[in-house]
Structures are given as C-alpha cells and as structure tokens.
C-alpha cells in the first residue's frame, strides 16, 4: 500500500502529519521516502542513521562539432528549449534540459553523445527501524521530478510504503504522488487554505487517485474547507486545533505521538481509517483527462 500525504501549498503542517503516521507503523513493515526534495525535512524528525548516498544525475547532450552540420534539427525536436543551434556553435542550456535524449535521437550526423549531469543525491537509512530514503536536489537546480522518480524507484513494494511529497500541484508533487492508492492532504480552515485544498483534489482526481483530509490548525478559520469536502465527498479523516505544545515541539524538531499517548492512538486512528478506505474502495475515482491515457 502506498499512501502520500501531500498539500496544495506549504507550511501546512504536511511533514509533521507524514511524521507522525510512520512513527505510528511497525517499523520493519515500513518504508518512508522523503519526496519534498527541493527541501527535503523528515529526517529533522526522524533523525535516521544514513549508510549510503548516492549521486543522481540526468544524461544531457554533448555536441562533437567536428561531426556537427549546424543542420538545427536537435533544436527543432527540444521540446524544452534548451538547444540553441547557431552558425558555427550549438548552445546548450543545462538547466532546462530534462535529458528525454530525443536531440542525440534525431541528430542525422549522430553527432551527439549523452553525459551526465548530477542534479541532487539520494540518501537512504534507517530511522526508527523503517526504512528512510531521501532525496536533496542541488541549490539552485530546477529539475526535481527525475530525482523524485529515483527516489520511488527504491520503493519495496512488500512494506508499507509513505510519501512526503512537495506541496502544491506542478510537476514535483504530481511525480511524488502519482502510482499511489491513497494522497491524504493536509490543509488549513483558511480562504487560501481552500484555494490550494481545491487545486489539489482536481489534481488527484485526474490522477484517479482516492484522497482524504487533515484540517491542520483546525479552529483558526471557519467551516469552509468541511463545506467544500462535503460537496466534493473527500471524507475529512482528522483535526488537529491550533495548540502551543505541539508548536513547541515542532519547533524543536520533536514529534507529537512520542510525547503523548492520546495524539499516539489518534494517529494509528488514523492508520486504520485510511487502511480501510483503501481497502474498501469506497473513494475510488475514475481516472479523467489526459492522465487516463
Ligand atoms: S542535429 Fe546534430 S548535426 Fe544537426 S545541429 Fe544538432 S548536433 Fe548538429
Ligand atoms: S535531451 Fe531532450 S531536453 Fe535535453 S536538450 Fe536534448 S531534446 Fe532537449
């Protein structure tokens, strides 16, 4: 079973939330992948015992232009507009190219070869006696999705997997959640709040992926977000009010269920009741648009 816990902007309490569901699982039966890799915070939480790290790299064009005609072929089929093909010099942007290869594919004097060009790095441990896998994108690097994709290649599909996915709706979060049987997203009672709530339930519900919510913060705004879930049927699954204590402890990097039972059993609550939405199918949407094909 895979479950995202995801939101449709940050600082909505989304790592805390993803937190403390792991810290709720039997750690052999788990695997938490930390797929927020432009800022990657979990392991602030879970402290894990990192054993390997390894560099994720994407293959960008080299040109040979001894080879090269100037034919401006690999521009035309860049569908990025990372190439720049001049008179006597073909100009590469690095940071738009997504590495799709199709520029080596069609360049009729094959005067291009394929090098790679490290985008971030993927670390992978323990915490807690789960496994823990991240990601770290590189400063000032644009091109998360095909780190995050590295990071779900490690996915073992024997355990329970959970994903802390980028907040909002553009390419990051959508490669985070995707593939996924549950996306619970954590929002605030708050008019922005359902603005970006909205955004991401039509995000999920081209995906055909069943989602539920978590009003985080729950007695700061009004009932809005209840009204919205209501007419949309997204079951609301949990609340957690605004409290002091827990802010601390935020701010301490320390999770809530090891410091109180009673927020201990409301998260395996919560477990259990997306287990068994899941399993039961009960929220199951039809794929629409041009994801379903
Ligand atoms: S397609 Fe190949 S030959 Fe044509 S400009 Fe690009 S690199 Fe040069
Ligand atoms: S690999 Fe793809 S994105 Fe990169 S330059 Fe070539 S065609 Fe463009």
Do not use: Q, W
């Given at each position: 079973?895979?479950?995202?816990?995801?939101?449709?902007?940050?600082?909505?309490?989304k790592t805390t939330v993803a937190v403390n569901l792991a810290l709720v699982q039997d750690g052999d039966k788990l695997q938490f992948?930390?797929?927020?890799?432009?800022e990657p915070n979990a392991h602030i939480f879970l402290k894990p015992d990192f054993a390997n790290e390894e560099t994720v790299s994407i293959p960008v064009p080299e040109v040979d232009e001894e080879k090269c005609s100037f034919c401006g072929r690999c521009a035309e089929v860049c569908a990025f507009n990372a190439l720049i093909v001049?008179?006597?010099?073909?100009m590469l942007f690095s940071e738009l190219c997504h590495g799709c290869g199709s520029c080596a594919y069609f360049c009729?004097?094959?005067?291009?070869?394929?090098?790679?060009?490290?985008?971030?790095?993927?670390?992978?441990?323990?915490?807690?006696?789960?496994?823990?896998?991240?990601?770290?994108?590189?400063?000032?690097?644009?091109?998360?999705?095909?780190l995050i994709d590295a990071v779900k290649n490690k996915i073992n599909?024997?355990?329970?997997?959970?994903?802390?996915?980028?907040?909002?709706?553009?390419?990051?979060?959508?490669?985070?959640?995707?593939?996924?049987?549950?996306?619970?997203?954590?929002?605030?009672?708050?008019?922005?709040g359902l603005n970006d709530l909205d955004l991401a339930v039509q995000m999920l519900k081209k995906l055909g992926i069943p989602s539920g919510v978590l009003i985080n913060r729950a007695d700061i705004g009004d009932d809005r977000v209840e009204e919205y879930c209501r007419r949309?049927?997204?079951?609301?699954?949990?609340?957690?009010?605004?409290?002091?204590?827990?802010a601390e402890l935020y701010a301490r990097g320390e999770s809530i269920v090891l410091h109180s039972d009673r927020w201990r059993s409301m998260f395996e609550d919560l477990w259990e009741h997306i287990s068994e939405l899941v399993d039961s199918g009960k929220f199951k949407v039809e794929q629409k648009g041009e994801e379903a094909r």
């Open positions: 079973m895979k479950i995202a816990v995801a939101s449709g902007k940050g600082g909505t309490g992948l930390d797929c927020d890799v432009e001049l008179k006597e010099n073909v009729p004097e094959k005067a291009i070869t394929e090098v790679p060009r490290g985008i971030g790095t993927l670390e992978k441990g323990t915490a807690y006696g789960f496994d823990f896998i991240h990601g770290n994108l590189n400063p000032g690097e644009a091109m998360s999705p095909p599909s024997r355990k329970f997997v959970l994903i802390d996915a980028p907040p909002g709706t553009s390419c990051p979060a959508v490669t985070a959640v995707k593939g996924s049987d549950f996306c619970l997203l954590v929002t605030e009672p708050t008019p922005f949309e049927n997204v079951p609301v699954l949990m609340h957690i009010p605004f409290d002091r204590k827990l």
